[in-house]
């Protein structure tokens, strides 16, 4: 069984939210790899968003009007034709690992090995912050090259003009 993930583009470099206006597919409909399968509303685009390929809608997570940061699982498309499709929910046994009773370890920690890791990844990693910006413009930072020596000559021929008349 071969689900692949549909999430929230990114319309622009600005844009950090989508709004999903309305769903073209419903759940169980077949859609062909591109074919536009709902649509988003941002503050600067309206767009179809077509499926990034062909399978079944087998899962709806996000309703429609509803506003989700990008990258965002949306949706889920199963590529395998034999494989049922589920509710538009995701079970509970499908995202949350199951409760064992109290005083127990898990079974690895219990036959002697590492507890067991969370497998599930974010999709990307969060954003990092850009470097503070320089204090004053002409200040020279290491990411700033030297300057040539004909720029330095250049710089001190218009520092000294005009030229003295004495």
Do not use: C, Y
Not at 53 to 80: C, H, Y
Not at 83 to 88: D, F, L, V, W
Not at 115 to 124: F, I, T, Y
Request: charged share 20%; proline share 16%; net charge neutral.
């Amino acid at each position: 069984m071969a689900r692949v993930d549909v999430v929230m583009p990114q319309m622009g470099e600005s844009i950090a939210e989508g709004t999903l206006s309305k769903w073209l597919k419903k759940v169980g409909d077949q859609v062909k790899r591109d074919e536009p399968i709902f649509e988003i509303s941002t503050d600067k685009v309206d767009a179809e968003i077509p499926a990034p390929t062909s399978g079944v809608l087998a899962e709806i997570l996000v309703t429609e009007g509803q506003t989700v940061p990008v990258q965002t699982l949306v949706a889920r498309l199963e590529t395998d034709v034999n494989a049922a499709i589920g509710a538009s929910a995701p079970t509970p046994a499908a995202t949350t690992p199951a409760a064992a009773p109290a005083g127990s370890a898990s079974p690895a920690v219990a036959a002697g090995g590492p507890p067991a890791k969370n497998l599930r990844q974010p999709p990307h990693p969060p954003p990092t912050n850009p470097p503070p910006p320089s204090p004053h413009p002409r200040t020279k930072t290491a990411e700033t090259p030297s300057k040539s020596v004909s720029a330095q000559s250049l710089r001190r021929s218009f520092d000294a003009w005009p030229p003295s008349t004495a």
